[in-house]
């Protein structure tokens, strides 16, 4: 256990690193059986360490505070994840630049907030959903994670940035990356007609290959 709480760490060391989770925003969690432990609420991801994260239990209804600091008001996001993905191992929600641009923008459509300009979203991530906003640490946004009716790794909370899974540390923080590089492709694409996007049968190759959903209903 005490590994994988270190990579986690060292997982948000990386993001903070590379400039995506600027001050004290965004937030990281593993799960170890029905154990989440998640970085504390004002707790930078640069300054991670396993000793200061907060320790919840996975309920039928999210995530229970059980020992620790005071969890991230986004525990709720991370709940919800968990409970679409059994095999999920860990959590990364960020307020990256691009992402939160991106979030802004009306969806390309119901199962991806971003077009497939480029195969590493569909290699990686696949569906992104866009959520509807609200506050941040809103209970009703992570039901609404909770239940959507579509495959997916993830969302992009509008107004706010993405939250995506892994079922490893490295597989989740990689794809918080990507979605973060795609969105910045996307912003300066803008809303330029000639834009290039995969076509069906391309993406429907990449994401075979890889492994990812896209445009799949549960």
Do not use: F
């Given at each position: 256990?005490?590994?994988?709480?270190?990579?986690?760490?060292?997982?948000?060391?990386?993001?903070?690193?590379?400039?995506?989770?600027?001050?004290?925003?965004?937030?990281?969690?593993?799960?170890?059986?029905?154990?989440?432990?998640?970085?504390?609420?004002?707790?930078?991801?640069?300054?991670?360490?396993?000793?200061?994260?907060?320790?919840?239990?996975?309920?039928?209804?999210?995530?229970?505070?059980?020992?620790?600091?005071?969890?991230?008001?986004?525990?709720?996001?991370?709940?919800?994840?968990?409970?679409?993905?059994?095999?999920?191992?860990?959590?990364?929600?960020?307020?990256?630049?691009?992402?939160?641009?991106?979030?802004?923008?009306?969806?390309?459509?119901?199962?991806?907030?971003?077009?497939?300009?480029?195969?590493?979203?569909?290699?990686?991530?696949?569906?992104?959903?866009?959520?509807?906003?609200?506050?941040?640490?809103?209970?009703?946004?992570?039901?609404?994670?909770?239940?959507?009716?579509?495959?997916?790794?993830?969302?992009?909370?509008?107004?706010?940035?993405?939250?995506?899974?892994?079922?490893?540390?490295?597989?989740?923080?990689?794809?918080?990356?990507?979605?973060?590089?795609?969105?910045?492709?996307?912003?300066?694409?803008?809303?330029?007609?000639?834009?290039?996007?995969?076509?069906d049968s391309e993406t429907e190759?990449?994401?075979?290959?890889?492994?990812?959903?896209?445009?799949?209903?549960?």
């Open positions: 256990m005490s590994d994988l709480l270190t990579e986690a760490c060292s997982g948000g060391r990386h993001l903070e690193s590379l400039g995506l989770s600027p001050g004290s925003s965004g937030n990281i969690s593993v799960r170890v059986g029905d154990r989440v432990h998640i970085s504390a609420t004002g707790q930078p991801l640069g300054s991670l360490s396993a000793d200061q994260l907060s320790v919840m239990e996975l309920t039928a209804d999210g995530l229970a505070h059980v020992d620790g600091p005071r969890p991230s008001k986004e525990h709720g996001l991370h709940g919800a994840l968990y409970h679409r993905d059994p095999d999920a191992v860990c959590v990364v929600h960020l307020h990256s630049t691009h992402a939160v641009a991106a979030s802004c923008l009306p969806p390309w459509n119901e199962h991806s907030a971003l077009p497939p300009l480029t195969p590493y979203l569909l290699m990686r991530v696949g569906n992104l959903p866009l959520i509807p906003y609200h506050p941040p640490g809103d209970a009703d946004q992570a039901q609404l994670l909770r239940e959507l009716d579509i495959q997916c790794h993830g969302a992009l909370l509008q107004n706010h940035g993405p939250v995506v899974a892994g079922r490893t540390v490295s597989e989740a923080v990689d794809r918080a990356i990507e979605i973060e590089l795609a969105s910045q492709t996307r912003m300066l694409v803008g809303q330029a007609p000639g834009a290039r996007l995969l076509t190759h990449l994401t075979s290959a890889y492994g990812q959903p896209w445009k799949m209903a549960l």
